[in-house]
């Protein structure tokens, strides 16, 4: 199976800060390589796939990066509504496996 | 309108059984790859199992054997039937499609169920 490693497992961050999380696969996916964004309580939402392509709707402060088994998820300048947990998932292989997520939280 | 409701979750006791269901609305689930994933309390997405448009599915190890994925085309419904359920199998239970993204991400969610395992 493959694993997916996701840093930091937390993080605190300001309105306006650059943020970066980082997801690494235990083997190369190419770029099959998917963000979610979950707040409480809520569905997750689809981010980012493909590594980097932005889902549509989704705002262009969020970008991402990588390929075989590092990626990078950055948010530009954080905003009040990106308060959440991240969480990256590697959809090249079953079984597929999610990161352990990432909780940006105010400062 | 794209929607995804899930229903059929609740309190079951050890070794029991239970059938979600998830119904589709806006687009076909048959033509779909359609996938279950969990949340336990306090913790983080864990994938259960997917069936792709062609009728191929896959299961986490740590239900194969136990939960069933299928689905009714005339109902436009995908289910899950988890039997011989267990204390861990409590979680919040999600359908999600992939839609109009690819590379089998999943960009339409449902609400979720709640299944809680429990005696």
């Known amino acids: 199976d493959i694993q997916m490693t996701q840093s930091p497992s937390s993080l605190s961050a300001s309105v306006g800060d650059r943020v970066t999380i980082t997801c690494r696969a235990s083997q190369s996916i190419s770029n099959y390589l998917n963000w979610y964004q979950q707040k409480p309580g809520k569905a997750p939402k689809l981010l980012i796939y493909?590594?980097?392509t932005l889902q549509s709707g989704v705002p262009s402060r969020f970008s991402g990066s990588g390929s075989g088994t590092d990626f990078t998820l950055t948010i530009s300048s954080l905003q009040p509504e990106d308060f959440a947990t991240y969480y990256c998932?590697?959809?090249?292989?079953?079984?597929?496996?999610f990161g352990g997520g990432t909780k940006v939280e105010i400062k | 309108e794209v929607q995804l409701v899930e229903s059929g979750g609740g309190l079951i006791q050890p070794g029991g059984s239970l059938r979600l269901s998830c119904a589709a609305s806006g687009f076909t689930v048959s033509s779909n790859y359609m996938n279950w994933v969990r949340q336990a309390p306090g913790k983080g997405l864990d994938w259960v199992s997917l069936?792709?448009?062609?009728?191929?599915?896959y299961y986490a190890d740590s239900v194969k054997g136990r939960f069933t994925i299928s689905r009714d085309n005339s109902k436009n419904t995908l289910y899950l039937q988890m039997n011989s359920l267990r204390a861990e199998d409590t979680a919040v239970y999600y359908c999600a499609a992939q839609y109009r993204s690819s590379m089998y991400s999943l960009d339409v969610w449902g609400q979720g169920t709640t299944v809680t395992v429990s005696s």
């Open positions: 493909a590594a980097s």
């Open positions: 998932q590697q959809s090249y292989s079953s079984p597929l496996t």
């Open positions: 069936i792709y448009s062609g009728g191929s599915t």
